[in-house]
């Protein structure tokens, strides 16, 4: 929807119409890309899915551990290595104990949705 609003602008320096990037729309727009957004849903859900009695089905099937082998080459990335990396990216160290309070979780992930810290190269 973006890029049919603010796909074309004019460049002044060439004197022609060009295409912005999508990092350019997404930028004017004020928006998190879609792999932002995808991001802190699963890390809202990790959360749900931590604060979740030990027993659930849910939280067994987070934590099991298939035993199969793996097609040869780079390994796929697992839902387990990508929710890590985007807990450090947003809490720092520590934040996996600020799962369990909920109100502080929230605040965590709202403070990343409105700064869009995810996916931003870290120092």
């Given amino acids: ?34 792999i932002e957004t995808i991001s802190l849903n699963r890390l809202c859900w990790f959360g749900h899915i931590k604060r979740m009695e030990e027993n659930g089905i849910p939280k067994n099937v987070l934590y099991m551990n298939l035993e ?14 990508e929710e890590r990396e985007d807990g450090r990216l947003v809490g720092g160290k520590g934040w996996t104990e600020r799962v369990y309070n909920r109100e502080e979780w929230n605040k965590l992930l709202k403070t990343a949705r409105n700064h869009c810290i995810l996916h931003m190269p870290m120092e």
């Avoid at 973006?2 to 004017?28: F, G, P, Q, S």
């Fill in 68 to 81: 199969a082998t793996r097609l040869r080459g780079r390994p796929r990335n697992r839902w387990q290595d």
């Fill in 1 to 34: 929807m973006y890029i049919r609003i603010l796909c074309l602008v004019n460049d002044n320096e060439k004197e022609n119409w060009r295409i912005l990037t999508n990092k350019e729309i997404y930028a004017k727009a004020n928006k998190p890309t879609i």
